[in-house]
C-alpha cells in the first residue's frame, strides 16, 4: 500500500494557496492510500513565535483540517511535536547532511535575508526535518505545492543517501504529488509571485464575506490592453489565474475573450471572482466556526492520530536504529 504524508506550518490560517496547493489533494487521496496529515509545529519554531500562539496556532489548523474535509477516520491527522521519533531520525539524517548543501537551499537564503537577525541551525536544517517527517513513515507520495519543489529533492537526496551509505534499500525515494500532474502555485493578487502569509497578500479560508470582496477588489490590474490578443502582463496573468482556480470554465472563458478583443472591465472579473471565492470558502468558514467550538472532538481526533503516527513512526526508527549499528 502507498503512503502519503504531508504538512502545513501552523504560522496562522489556511489561504488558497494551502487549499489548492496541498489540502485539495489530500482529500483526493485519503480515500485511497494510507495517509499522514500532520501539522509541522516544530517547524514553526525557526520564527520564534510568542509561546502563547503555539497550541492556538496548531488548533488553528486542526480546526481548518477537519473544515476542508480531512477524514481522521481515514487519514492519520496529527501533531508532529507528539511524535518524538521524528526528532531522532532528524538527528541521524543531520549526521549526513552537509553545510555547503544546506546553505544552497533557495528558501534558506532568502530567510536569511529577510531575517538576517536570526540566520539559526532550525532554519539551515529545515530540509532534513522535513525529509524526517516524511520518511520517517516510508512515504511514497508528498502532496505539495510548487514551492516545496527543492525542499522534495532534498528529502529523495537525504533517503537516497541513506540508503547508499549503509547499503540498504530501505527509504522509499518521496514523490511530490501533483494532482493535476504539475505544480500548483496560487498567485498573490497584489501583482506578483505567490499567495502567501508572509508576502501579506493571502485570503483565508476563514475570511468573511465583505474581508474577501475587499482584498480582491484591491488587486492589482492595468489600464488594459490595446492590442487584441495581447500576452498578458503578470498581474493580469494572475487574476486569471486565480479565475481558473475558483471560478467555472465558462466564467474564465468569458472574460479571456473580453480581454482578447480589448473589452475587459476589471471591476466586473473582480466582482465575479469575489463572488466565486465566497461561494467556495463560506460553507468552509462555517465549518471552521463549528469545530473550533469543539475542543474535546479536536483533543480525541489529535490523540487518535497521534497514536496511529507513533505506531508507523516507531516501527521505521527500531529498524533504522538497527541500520545504523544501534542494538
Ligand atoms: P507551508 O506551511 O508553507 O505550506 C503548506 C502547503 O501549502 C502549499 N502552499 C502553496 N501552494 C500553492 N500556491 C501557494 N501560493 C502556496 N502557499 C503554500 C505549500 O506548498 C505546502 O504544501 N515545509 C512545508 C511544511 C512541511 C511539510 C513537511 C510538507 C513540513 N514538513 C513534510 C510536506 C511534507 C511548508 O512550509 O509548507
Given at each position: 500500500?502507498?503512503?502519503?504524508?504531508?504538512?502545513?506550518?501552523?504560522?496562522?490560517?489556511?489561504?488558497?494557496?494551502?487549499?489548492?496547493?496541498?489540502?485539495?489533494n489530500?482529500?483526493?487521496?485519503?480515500?485511497?492510500?494510507?495517509?499522514?496529515?500532520?501539522?509541522?509545529?516544530?517547524?514553526?519554531?525557526?520564527?520564534?513565535?510568542?509561546p502563547?500562539?503555539?497550541?492556538?496556532?496548531?488548533?488553528?489548523?486542526?480546526?481548518?483540517?477537519?473544515?476542508?474535509?480531512?477524514?481522521?477516520?481515514?487519514?492519520?491527522?496529527?501533531?508532529?511535536?507528539?511524535?518524538?521519533?521524528i526528532?531522532?531520525?532528524?538527528?541521524?539524517?543531520?549526521?549526513n547532511?552537509?553545510?555547503?548543501?544546506?546553505?544552497?537551499?533557495?528558501?534558506?537564503?532568502?530567510k536569511?535575508?529577510k531575517?538576517?537577525?536570526?540566520?539559526?541551525?532550525?532554519?539551515?536544517?529545515?530540509?532534513?526535518?522535513?525529509?524526517a517527517?516524511?520518511?520517517?513513515?516510508k512515504?511514497?507520495?508528498?502532496?505539495?505545492?510548487?514551492?516545496?519543489?527543492?525542499n522534495?529533492?532534498?528529502?529523495?537526496?537525504?533517503?537516497?543517501r541513506?540508503?547508499t551509505i549503509?547499503?540498504?534499500?530501505?527509504?522509499?525515494e518521496?514523490?511530490?504529488?501533483?494532482?493535476?500532474?504539475?505544480?500548483v502555485?496560487?498567485?498573490?493578487?497584489?501583482?506578483?509571485?505567490?499567495?502567501?502569509?508572509?508576502?501579506?497578500?493571502?485570503?483565508?479560508?476563514?475570511?468573511?464575506?465583505?474581508?474577501?470582496?475587499?482584498?480582491?477588489?484591491?488587486?492589482?490590474?492595468?489600464?488594459?490592453?490595446?492590442?487584441?490578443?495581447?500576452v498578458?502582463?503578470?498581474?493580469?496573468?494572475?487574476?486569471?489565474?486565480?479565475?481558473?482556480?475558483?471560478?467555472?470554465?465558462?466564467?474564465?472563458?468569458?472574460?479571456?475573450?473580453?480581454?482578447?478583443?480589448?473589452?475587459?472591465?476589471?471591476?466586473?472579473?473582480?466582482?465575479?471572482?469575489?463572488?466565486?471565492?465566497?461561494?467556495?470558502t463560506?460553507?468552509?468558514?462555517?465549518?471552521?466556526?463549528?469545530?473550533?467550538?469543539?475542543v474535546?472532538?479536536?483533543?480525541k481526533?489529535?490523540?487518535?492520530?497521534?497514536?496511529?503516527?507513533?505506531?508507523?513512526?516507531?516501527?521505521?526508527?527500531?529498524?533504522?536504529?538497527?541500520?545504523i549499528?544501534?542494538?
Amino acid at each position: 500500500m502507498e503512503i502519503v504524508v504531508s504538512g502545513i506550518r501552523p504560522t496562522g490560517n489556511l489561504h488558497l494557496g494551502n487549499y489548492f496547493g496541498a489540502v485539495k489533494n489530500f482529500l483526493r487521496l485519503q480515500d485511497e492510500y494510507k495517509c499522514f496529515f500532520f501539522i509541522a509545529d516544530w517547524h514553526s519554531l525557526t520564527t520564534h513565535p510568542h509561546p502563547g500562539d503555539v497550541t492556538v496556532n496548531v488548533r488553528k489548523i486542526l480546526a481548518e483540517y477537519l473544515a476542508c474535509g480531512i477524514d481522521p477516520e481515514k487519514a492519520a491527522i496529527y501533531v508532529q511535536s507528539d511524535v518524538k521519533e521524528i526528532l531522532e531520525l532528524y538527528l541521524f539524517l543531520n549526521m549526513n547532511a552537509y553545510l555547503g548543501e544546506l546553505q544552497r537551499v533557495t528558501s534558506f537564503k532568502e530567510k536569511a535575508r529577510k531575517q538576517p537577525e536570526n540566520v539559526n541551525a532550525g532554519l539551515l536544517t529545515y530540509p532534513t526535518l522535513m525529509a524526517a517527517d516524511i520518511i520517517i513513515h516510508k512515504a511514497n507520495k508528498v502532496p505539495v505545492g510548487k514551492d516545496q519543489e527543492q525542499n522534495m529533492e532534498m528529502a529523495r537526496k537525504f533517503a537516497r543517501r541513506f540508503n547508499t551509505i549503509y547499503g540498504v534499500d530501505f527509504f522509499p525515494e518521496p514523490e511530490s504529488y501533483y494532482f493535476t500532474g504539475e505544480a500548483v502555485k496560487v498567485p498573490g493578487l497584489d501583482g506578483s509571485g505567490k499567495m502567501g502569509k508572509s508576502e501579506g497578500n493571502a485570503i483565508y479560508l476563514v475570511d468573511d464575506a465583505a474581508t474577501i470582496r475587499k482584498k480582491v477588489m484591491k488587486a492589482v490590474t492595468d489600464s488594459g490592453p490595446t492590442e487584441p490578443n495581447s500576452v498578458k502582463p503578470e498581474a493580469i496573468e494572475n487574476l486569471f489565474t486565480m479565475l481558473k482556480i475558483v471560478s467555472s470554465p465558462d466564467t474564465y472563458d468569458y472574460f479571456n475573450e473580453k480581454y482578447n478583443c480589448c473589452e475587459i472591465r476589471y471591476g466586473d472579473l473582480k466582482k465575479q471572482l469575489a463572488e466565486d471565492i465566497v461561494q467556495f470558502t463560506a460553507p468552509i468558514r462555517e465549518r471552521i466556526l463549528e469545530i473550533s467550538a469543539d475542543v474535546a472532538y479536536m483533543d480525541k481526533v489529535v490523540a487518535q492520530g497521534a497514536e496511529k503516527a507513533r505506531e508507523s513512526a516507531s516501527r521505521t526508527i527500531k529498524e533504522v536504529r538497527k541500520i545504523i549499528g544501534f542494538k
